[in-house]
């Protein structure tokens, strides 16, 4: 099945910000207690009240960024909303494009792994989660994708962080991913 060129643009710019913004390297659990809400023209979710926000008004994605662990975390964890106009034909079921997405990020990053997929609700939108584990640029990485569309607008929640890393913000990402709403 060939992915549309939107939902390809926002895979591309969630590696390039993913990889750059990265993650720490301690293995404590980090679970946030208290969350404050974003909200721009197209949706509100909610983050942990001490993580930074980063919006970017060239392709209208926003990370939200840790802060550091210690003086020698260089890397904070981040987690990355990016939204797309997707064509009339794009408007059937995310999970219909699952093999599509599987395929693109394989091609960006040679040697991705998929370890699990789910197709998910949140907020009464049906949405799609894809786990991928493998190396880029010889650093173990994994990344937790979540996909979401609303008639012709794409979205994905995701968050990339060392391999070993994503267990201990799990916690955080389902808090954060669960709130996702779709402003009409």
Not at 19 to 48: D, R
Not at 77 to 105: C, F, H
Not at 113 to 132: D, G, H, K, P
Request: charged share 25%; net charge neutral.
């Amino acid at each position: 099945m060939k992915l549309f060129r939107h939902l390809r643009v926002l895979i591309q710019c969630f590696f390039v910000m993913g990889f750059l913004l990265g993650c720490s390297q301690t293995n404590e659990t980090v679970e946030a207690t208290a969350f404050k809400e974003y909200k721009n023209k197209k949706f509100s979710i909610s983050y942990p009240l001490d993580w930074a926000v980063v919006e970017n008004p060239k392709d209208g994605s926003v990370a939200f960024n840790s802060p550091k662990e210690s003086d020698e975390d260089f890397h904070t964890e981040n987690i990355m909303v990016m939204s797309t106009t997707l064509p009339d034909e794009a408007r059937s079921p995310t999970e219909n494009y699952r093999n599509g997405i599987i395929e693109k990020m394989k091609k960006q990053s040679p040697g991705l792994e998929v370890q699990n997929t789910s197709n998910l609700t949140i907020n009464e939108l049906s949405a799609l989660e894809i786990l991928f584990k493998g190396k880029r640029d010889n650093v173990n990485i994994a990344y937790r994708l979540t996909f979401v569309a609303k008639g012709k607008t794409g979205y994905v929640i995701g968050f990339a962080c060392q391999d070993g890393d994503l267990d201990k913000y799990a916690s955080t990402i389902d808090k954060v991913t669960n709130s996702f709403k779709v402003l009409d």
